[in-house]
Nanobody, 123 residues
């Protein structure tokens, strides 16, 4: 079955960096576009970044542009999110997901989720 295991979260000071990882299994990793979501307490999920199944096409939420970098290693079935210049408002549980852009503005999320990894940024 599809499994997604996120890791790399933690407590960091404002301005610091973290690198999140997501290990995928149970599906053909290279066939799928992948994404990072985050969810803060009291908020709905926010799509943070996506990366295409082939090539390096990436998209970012405005909140992540210029600070976060999404990448993946198909040989390791692993998705990454490098987060720099972290702010307290980045505090959330971060989750990875497989899916695809169905059109320019709509991302389809496959119904598979991991436990997520907590990122806490102190001011």
């Amino acid at each position: 079955q599809v499994q997604l295991v996120e890791s790399g979260g933690g407590l960091v000071q404002s301005g610091g960096s973290l690198r999140l990882s997501c290990q995928g299994s149970g599906f053909t990793f290279s066939y799928w576009a992948m994404s990072w979501y985050r969810q803060a307490p009291g908020n709905g999920p926010e799509l943070v970044a996506t990366i295409a199944s082939v090539g390096d096409a990436v998209r970012y939420a405005d909140s992540a542009k210029g600070r976060f970098v999404i990448s993946k290693d198909n040989s390791k079935n692993t998705l990454y999110l490098q987060m720099n210049s972290l702010k307290p408002e980045d505090t959330a549980v971060y989750l990875c997901n497989l899916g695809q852009w169905t059109d320019r503005d709509n991302w389809y999320s496959a119904p598979f989720w991991g436990q997520g990894t907590q990122v806490t940024v102190s001011s």
